[in-house]
């Protein structure tokens, strides 16, 4: 059986306190990165602002994203598919209102990660980038 690529924009959102955002779906068990799949004729950055403000009441400057990479893992909540994921951080002071498909969403260490599940792109690929990025 062969797998789907699923292209998404997805941010590594920071709040003042150093902890970063994580949302989960309804109907679903893994933690990821707010964010969503690219339309066709958006960029990225585009894709995470609709998304993000979409899902979660907030609103994001296409300038303050900071790009921190692109990586791929198999989807969290797509059976047989893959996920690739252009990635920004963004930091923000705004508080998050759990909208849509949205189920619940929780701020976590970066660092000491919580005993949740978390997507594998999520616990795999963009925390370990974020965490080599931060202590170069």
């Not at 797509?78 to 969403?105: G, H, K, M, Q, Y």
């Amino acid at each position: 059986m062969s797998q789907r690529t699923i292209h998404v924009a997805a941010a590594l959102l920071f709040g003042p306190n150093g902890r970063t955002l994580l949302v989960r779906k309804s109907g679903t068990t893994a933690y990821l990165q707010p964010g969503g799949k690219i339309e066709p004729g958006e960029t990225p950055q585009e894709a995470l602002v609709r998304e993000v403000r979409e899902e979660l009441g907030v609103e994001v400057d296409t300038h303050a994203l900071q790009p921190l990479g692109r990586f791929s893992a198999v989807a969290a909540n797509e059976p047989d598919a893959i996920v690739v994921a252009e990635t920004f951080v963004l930091e923000t002071n705004a508080v998050p209102v759990p909208a849509r498909e949205i189920e619940e969403v929780v701020w976590i260490d970066p660092v000491h990660l919580p005993a949740i599940e978390l997507a594998a792109l999520t616990s795999e690929h963009i925390l370990p980038a974020w965490r080599r990025r931060r202590s170069v």
